[in-house]
């Protein structure tokens, strides 16, 4: 799927609501676009299918320009494009069955046809015993699967996510991204998962991209956007899943110059396998460093470690210019954050103060 410098106005007088989107999902991938509520996420995915108009922009799927189609070539082309909805959106007058069996109706599918494909659809979204329950019936995970297997039911090359597992509980979200995932595996399905949660994309995206006010202002592989965020909106996402920032209260204590009395407040980033070297142990033994860990966690994205960890390095001095040249070359990432006032310093400069 590729989307081309794809702009949205709805009202002038309001400036545009995506300006100048480009980005290619490649395929078999699922992609993560995270914005905060009201970046134009609902907007773009939208426009993918055309359900919105773009003011201006292509999108391509498969080879095929679905923004130059109209009618029944738009209608055809949309079978290329399943979609699955943050309140489900299911007929509540109908059975489970009746629910997946709604896009092959209109598609045209003769009744025959549509017996032998429901099973099949049921049993990938673990419901084949629920094929006569009614909506009412189902759980909110269960209505999600229903949900997917009629998004599915077209045998579509794309998957659009539209805020899914937003309206569901932890656990379920958990179950229901494990399904996709599942699916994006077995049937090979490219997935756009747009989400406000850092931890969806974290979950099972293997790219991401960040919507700020209509515009693409990041994207990458997961692991990279994770563990280098560009932008002020990436980090904020990211402070619940990656220590980047540190806490407030420990941050405002820093300050931004080396003095006689203070020492170097250094951050590690700590990626793929260097992850697990005892590299704290060799600061110590061969730099001579006295670490104070100030804050610091581990993760794994992506299935591969990452760690940020910031720490005071007491005696640090001259040695800093050695200490970053070692951290690269594990292909770790140090820098100076700021300088830490020494302990009894800090009693003597209140005293004075
Ligand atoms: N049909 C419309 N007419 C006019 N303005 C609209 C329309 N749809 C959306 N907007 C405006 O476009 C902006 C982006 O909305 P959109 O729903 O695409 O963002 P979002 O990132 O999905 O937000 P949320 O997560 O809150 O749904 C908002 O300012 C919204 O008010």
Same mark, same amino acid.
């Given at each position: &799927?590729?989307?081309?410098?794809?702009?949205?106005?709805?009202?002038?007088?309001?400036?545009?609501?995506? =300006?100048?989107?480009?980005?290619?999902?490649?395929?078999?991938?699922?992609?993560?676009?995270?914005?905060?509520?009201?970046?134009?996420?609902?907007?773009?995915?939208?426009?993918?299918?055309?359900?919105?108009?773009?003011?201006?922009?292509?999108?391509?799927? @498969? =080879?095929?320009?679905?923004?130059?189609?109209?009618?029944?070539?738009?209608?055809?082309? *949309?079978?290329?494009?399943? &979609?699955?909805?943050?309140?489900?959106?299911?007929?509540?007058?109908?059975?489970?069955?009746?629910?997946?069996?709604? $896009?092959?109706?209109?598609?045209?599918?003769?009744?025959?046809?549509? *017996?032998?494909?429901?099973?099949?659809?049921?049993?990938?979204?673990?419901?084949?015993?629920?094929?006569?329950?009614?909506?009412?019936?189902?759980?909110?995970?269960?209505?999600?699967?229903?949900?997917?297997?009629?998004?599915?039911?077209?045998?579509?090359?794309?998957?659009?996510?539209?805020?899914?597992? @937003?309206?569901?509980? $932890?656990?379920?979200?958990?179950?229901?991204?494990?399904?996709?995932?599942?699916?994006?595996?077995?049937?090979?399905?490219?997935?756009?998962?747009?989400? %406000?949660? &850092?931890?969806?994309?974290?979950?099972?995206? @293997?790219?991401?991209?960040?919507?700020? %006010?209509?515009?693409?202002?990041?994207?990458?592989?997961?692991?990279?956007?994770?563990?280098?965020?560009?932008?002020?909106?990436?980090?904020?996402?990211?402070?619940?899943?990656?220590?980047?920032?540190?806490?407030?209260?420990?941050?405002?204590?820093?300050?931004?110059?080396?003095?006689?009395?203070?020492?170097?407040?250094?951050?590690?980033?700590?990626?793929?396998?260097?992850?697990?070297? $005892?590299?704290?142990?060799?600061?110590?033994?061969?730099? *001579?460093?006295?670490?104070?860990?100030?804050?610091? *966690?581990?993760?794994?994205?992506?299935?591969?470690?990452?760690?940020?960890?910031?720490?005071?390095?007491?005696?640090?001095?001259?040695?800093?210019?050695?200490?970053? @040249?070692?951290?690269?070359?594990?292909?770790?990432?140090?820098?100076?954050?700021?300088?830490?006032?020494? $302990?009894?310093?800090?009693?003597?400069?209140?005293?004075?103060?």
């Amino acid at each position: &799927m590729r989307i081309e410098n794809l702009t949205k106005t709805y009202e002038s007088a309001a400036g545009p609501v995506l =300006d100048d989107v480009s980005l290619t999902i490649g395929e078999g991938h699922i992609h993560g676009i995270i914005g905060r509520s009201g970046a134009g996420k609902s907007t773009l995915v939208r426009c993918l299918n055309k359900l919105v108009t773009p003011t201006s922009g292509r999108v391509i799927v @498969s =080879d095929r320009e679905i923004t130059s189609l109209d009618g029944a070539a738009l209608r055809a082309a *949309r079978r290329d494009i399943g &979609m699955i909805f943050q309140h489900f959106n299911l007929l509540s007058s109908r059975t489970v069955a009746g629910n997946v069996a709604l $896009p092959l109706e209109v598609a045209g599918v003769s009744k025959a046809d549509i *017996r032998r494909r429901i099973p099949p659809l049921l049993e990938l979204v673990g419901l084949a015993s629920k094929a006569d329950a009614y909506p009412s019936e189902l759980s909110g995970g269960q209505k999600q699967r229903v949900g997917i297997a009629r998004a599915l039911a077209l045998d579509p090359k794309v998957l659009l996510s539209d805020e899914a597992t @937003s309206a569901l509980d $932890p656990e379920t979200t958990e179950q229901i991204l494990h399904l996709l995932k599942d699916i994006n595996r077995r049937l090979g399905l490219t997935i756009l998962l747009i989400t %406000h949660e &850092m931890e969806v994309v974290r979950a099972i995206a @293997s790219h991401v991209a960040v919507l700020e %006010h209509g515009r693409l202002i990041e994207n990458g592989p997961t692991f990279d956007v994770f563990a280098f965020p560009k932008s002020p909106v990436a980090r904020s996402f990211l402070s619940s899943i990656v220590a980047h920032d540190l806490p407030p209260e420990i941050a405002g204590r820093l300050l931004p110059e080396a003095h006689a009395d203070t020492d170097p407040v250094l951050r590690i980033v700590f990626t793929g396998d260097a992850a697990h070297d $005892p590299v704290i142990a060799t600061l110590v033994e061969q730099f *001579r460093i006295r670490p104070n860990i100030l804050h610091g *966690r581990i993760d794994y994205i992506d299935g591969k470690p990452l760690g940020v960890l910031t720490l005071i390095a007491g005696g640090l001095g001259e040695r800093l210019p050695d200490v970053l @040249s070692y951290l690269s070359s594990l292909r770790l990432f140090g820098e100076v954050i700021g300088h830490a006032v020494r $302990p009894a310093a800090a009693g003597a400069r209140r005293a004075h103060s």
